[in-house]
């Protein structure tokens, strides 16, 4: 690859969706609320969302998981796909399947652990049971920490032959 098309391939949005008081250095920040320093006001449930697709290099999403209802993920995690650059990276951290950090706010709705990106990655069997868009899990990750969280770090990758 030339270096001027590596180049190319390297530049997109830095997207920070949830965004809450979160303001990362050169993210462009979502949130459904109209904060102050939020720059697009969208709801993460609502698609489509008002962002060109193929225009993100590298997607957070720190403690928004959790709160999206279980039968929006697989239109979420699609949606944020088609937004993602092909490689993109997309970041997500979220407390760790049923416990303290998750049963203590009541807008959790949806726990998580391991297996739950296997379903969005095509070299788990799980995929085959809904065939979203496909991402690659990063080796090393998903990451259970002993303070109950998880982090999970995927990429988006191209369309699979089915």
């Known amino acids: 690859m030339k270096t001027k098309s590596r180049i190319e391939s390297k530049k997109g949005l830095l ?4 965004a809450g008081e979160s303001r990362p250095p050169g993210f462009v920040n979502l949130d459904k609320r109209k904060l102050p320093g939020i720059d697009i006001v969208h709801d993460l449930e609502v698609i489509p969302y008002p962002i060109e697709s193929n225009s993100c290099l590298t997607i957070l999403g720190s403690h928004i998981w959790e709160h999206i209802k279980p ?47 296997q379903y969005f990655d095509p070299g788990y069997p799980l995929w085959l049971v809904y ?3 496909p991402w690659k899990i990063q080796p090393g990750f998903p990451v259970y920490q002993i303070t109950g969280l998880m982090e999970v770090v995927m990429r988006k990758m191209e369309k699979v032959k089915k």
């Open 15 to 18: 997207l920070n969706i949830g």
């Open 71 to 117: 039968w929006k993920t697989i239109d979420v995690m699609n949606e944020l796909w088609r937004i993602m650059k092909v490689d993109g990276q997309l970041a997500l951290s979220m407390p760790y399947g049923v416990n303290e950090l998750f049963q203590q706010d009541p807008t959790h709705c949806n726990p998580s652990n391991q297996a739950t990106w």
């Open 131 to 133: 065939k979203p868009k």
